[in-house]
């Protein structure tokens, strides 16, 4: 059976390049990049490369890059790090709709003292005018947490001009996983910010990652060992992993050019799912293109997503849960509130720069056979 | 693809011995398959050990569908399971009575559930790996009969499933001896032969079934079930006891009389908190009165005879069954032992399941039958 691949927001294939210099990367640079020998600085040599590359792609100094494990460990550093030890003076601004790597960390400094907010940012932004305005951003510390896209329904966040009506001095921090690649760098990269960024999702492999910090800001470590990476996170790199990462990183021009076409096929797939009853979510705002979110009333998502499987069509609930089980989507929950089934039966088809005209007609297809077999 | 060729089957994996080779046989047969686990309950605190639904189990069943080369699927049916099975069995508890959870998990969240999914997933079939054989009668009802194996035989839980879902069923296992079971998981390479069968109700794997309710009802914000005293038949209280739900018809274990005369537990009544104790003999009773039944066939409309079985492990006795609008009397030519109200009772002609219920009641109609001994 011909499969569809229809969950890029989960997870991209390696791109034929990447593939080809991390072979090239586990014969030449497998050693110690840490190490003073040949051996070691040839693997430096790759490292470095890669992290230019990471740098190139952010419009950022190589040395203010972090070379991380993922995503989550990049997204994690990034809210955790520049939060620091003690947090009690500490006024967290964040989504409603983060992916559970910020949503888990804003969770944690919450409980370690911090106040955070939880605020809608992709409608009207008078909410957090009014929380801005509040007297205790005069003296405590502020800290932005935010994603530049949504994971799941492909929402942007407009977040220049968010962080421009922050007080003087919050630090701002973006998780754009999910935006790299699919927007221009300017919308979500600033000198003053840290960004995360996910290998997977741009064409590379799952165990690389990197934030963006700029020298100037204190990261506080999350992880106990050497001092790599500028003493921000100890442990030995992947340089294959992020010699991938760096491939995909210098290949972000030609994706993004795709981006227009890919919205083409989304918004065909769109227009096909709404004729078959499904409901779009997060649709209200601006959305980047790759990814269409749809509630079809009657049906849980787990059965849904195992149906079209079966099909030979991959898609996803939302974020990868490592059991498989189906508690609703917060992010479609927060969205839409007074719809509670919406968040119990949606599915996530996510498009990328390999998605053909004819897997979405294959899409709709089986779709269609799914659907049909819960009629009347 | 569902292409008609081959009927697809639905097998349900508990991550056990049993259902794996259930799997492992189908496929050798050359059906296709789809694996189906569900996620039932999330044990916590005390309930950890050995619990059901744990994660190991999942990684069993998934690790079998791997080694078939089957796609393998976990739903979450927990909420179905502590609505249909676990709310109802403390309540049944706290009532004073003695449920047949495995009853109600079969009929209402197993095989009625999957029956929906099967829908959902374009499967023709559903096998799972019961101790229970299937026939046709020439009309196309589905015939029911115990599994060769007397030992492991489970048509007793499965008498209340619906005609029109068990006629859907394969059961593979129904003709095998268990260790015939082991034997052919060996031979096929199925990952988990070896594994060790569980003993006690799922959901309660250490067995304390007064402590579980005790601790659902906390749980749940309801009161702790009062305790009480014990009697004697006569009337005489003869010591105290800690609530009703630790109490089972028929039990002898755990009364906490000290030494004097062996007694069981004869009768309880939940509205006083009264436990009746006695002597073996005053155990036996000859008459149960069922509710809820349900038929494999037509409602049967006149007395006749059978066997009927009172709970799992309860060899089924001759008995004169009197049908009735709801339910049916069953009069033992020999008087029982234990008939525990709540548990159900099933009805066979020879190893054929005719239906079953729920015992409302049992009682002694004519105690002259019996052969009465001087008791020891």
Known sequence: ???????????????????????????????????????????????????????????????????????????????????????????????????????????????????????????????????????????????????????????????????????????????????????????????????????????????????????????????????????????????????????????????????????????????????????????????????????????RKSTLVAALDLEGIAVSAGAACSSGLDGPSPVVRALHPDEPWRSESCVRFSLGIETSDEDIDLAVAAITRVLARRAG | MSDGTRERVLVAMSGGVDSSVAAALLKEQGHD??????????ASGEDKVGRCCAPEDRDDARRTCEALGIPHYVIDEREAFRETVVDPFVRAYREGTTPSPCVACNQEVKLGRLATLADSLACARIATGHYARLERSDDGTPLLRRGVDRNKDQSYFLHGVAPSILRRMIFPLGALEKHETRAHGQRLAVPNWQKKDSQELCFVPDGDIGGFVDRRSTERGEARVPGGVMRTADGEAIGAHEGVHHYTVGQRRGLGLGGGPVRYVLKILPDSAEVIVGSDRDLLGDTVEIEGAHWLGPRPTTPFEADVQVRYRHTAARAVVTPSERGFVARFFTPQRALAPGQASVVYVGDRVIGGGTMRRASMSSPTNEPRGEAP
């Open chain 1, 1 to 299: 059976m011909r499969r569809v691949y229809l969950d890029h927001h989960a997870a991209t294939p390696l791109l034929p390049a990447a593939r080809d210099a991390m072979l090239r990367a586990h014969e030449l640079g497998w050693a110690n990049a840490s190490s003073a020998h040949h051996e070691g600085r040839a693997a430096r040599a790759m490292l470095e490369d890669a992290r230019r590359a990471v740098a190139g792609a952010l419009g950022a100094s190589a040395a203010d890059i972090v070379l991380t494990g993922g995503g989550t460990e990049a997204g994690n550093l990034g809210v955790l790090g520049l939060a620091g030890e003690q947090v009690e003076d500490l006024v967290v601004i964040t989504s409603s709709i983060e992916h559970p790597a910020v949503e888990r960390a804003t969770n944690e400094l919450a409980r370690r003292g911090a106040t955070v907010h939880a605020l809608d940012l992709h409608g009207s932004l008078a909410p957090l005018r009014d929380l801005v305005a509040r007297p205790i951003f005069s003296t405590a510390r502020c800290l932005l947490a935010v994603q530049a896209v949504s994971h799941e329904t492909g929402s942007t966040i407009d977040v220049v001009s968010i962080a421009s009506m922050l007080p003087k001095g919050a630090s701002v921090f973006v998780d754009a996983s999910a935006a790299l690649g699919k927007l221009s760098a300017d919308r979500f990269v600033r000198h003053d910010w840290a960004v995360a960024i996910a290998g997977a999702k741009i064409g590379a492999s799952a165990g690389a990652g990197a934030l963006l910090v700029p020298r100037s800001i204190d990261v506080t470590p999350r992880q106990l060992g050497g001092a790599h990476e500028r003493g921000r996170r100890a442990g030995t790199p992947d340089v294959a992993a992020h010699t991938a990462l760096g491939l995909a990183c210098r290949a972000l021009g030609t994706r993004l050019q795709q981006m227009p076409r890919i919205a083409v096929q989304r918004d065909r797939l769109e227009a096909a799912l709404v004729a078959l009853g499904g409901v779009v979510n997060g649709a209200e705002t601006e959305r980047v293109a790759t990814v269409t979110n749809v509630s079809f009333h009657g049906w």
């Open chain 2, 33 to 42: 398959l789809v694996g189906v686990t569900m996620h039932l309950w999330d």
